[in-house]
C-alpha cells in the first residue's frame, strides 16, 4: 500500500512562481511510475507532469504547462516535486499527485494509477 501526501499550494499572483511537494510512504518509492495530475472545478482531470521509475530518466509534460513546469524527484525523501514557474491563472487547480508500481501503462490517463493523494489547491490571480 501507498499513501501520498501533497503540499505546497496556496494563492500567488500570474507570473509567480511554486512548489508542490508530493511524499510516499513505504520502501518502493524507487520503483513508483508518478505523476502529477490537475482538476479545475467543472473540469475532467488532466494529465500535467510524469517522471519514471528508479533513475527517474525520463520525464513529460502536457502541452499547456510545457516549459513553465518541471517534475522532478528526490528518492532519499521519498518526494516528487512539482516546480511550477510563470503561472497563469487557468494554472488554478487542485493538483493531485498519482503513483503506480504497474509497469507499461499509459501515464497520460488517470485510470492508469491505483494511488493517489488528496490533492492541493493551487490558485493563481490574474
Known amino acids: 500500500q501507498v499513501q501520498l501526501v501533497e503540499s505546497g499550494g496556496g494563492l500567488v499572483q500570474a507570473g509567480g512562481s511554486l512548489r508542490l511537494s508530493c511524499v510516499a510512504s513505504?520502501?518502493?518509492?524507487?520503483?513508483?511510475?508518478m505523476c502529477w495530475f490537475r482538476q479545475a472545478p467543472g473540469k475532467e482531470r488532466e494529465f500535467v507532469a510524469f517522471v519514471s521509475s528508479w533513475s527517474g530518466f525520463n520525464t513529460n509534460y502536457g502541452d499547456s504547462v510545457k516549459g513553465r513546469f518541471t517534475i522532478s524527484k528526490d528518492v532519499a525523501k521519498n518526494t516528487v516535486y512539482l516546480q511550477m514557474d510563470s503561472l497563469k491563472p487557468e494554472d488554478t487547480a487542485v493538483y493531485y499527485c498519482a503513483a503506480e508500481l504497474r509497469s507499461g501503462r499509459n501515464w497520460f490517463l488517470k485510470e492508469s494509477f491505483d494511488y493517489w493523494g488528496q490533492g492541493t489547491l493551487v490558485t493563481v490571480s490574474s
Open positions: 513505504g520502501p518502493m518509492f524507487a520503483s513508483l511510475t
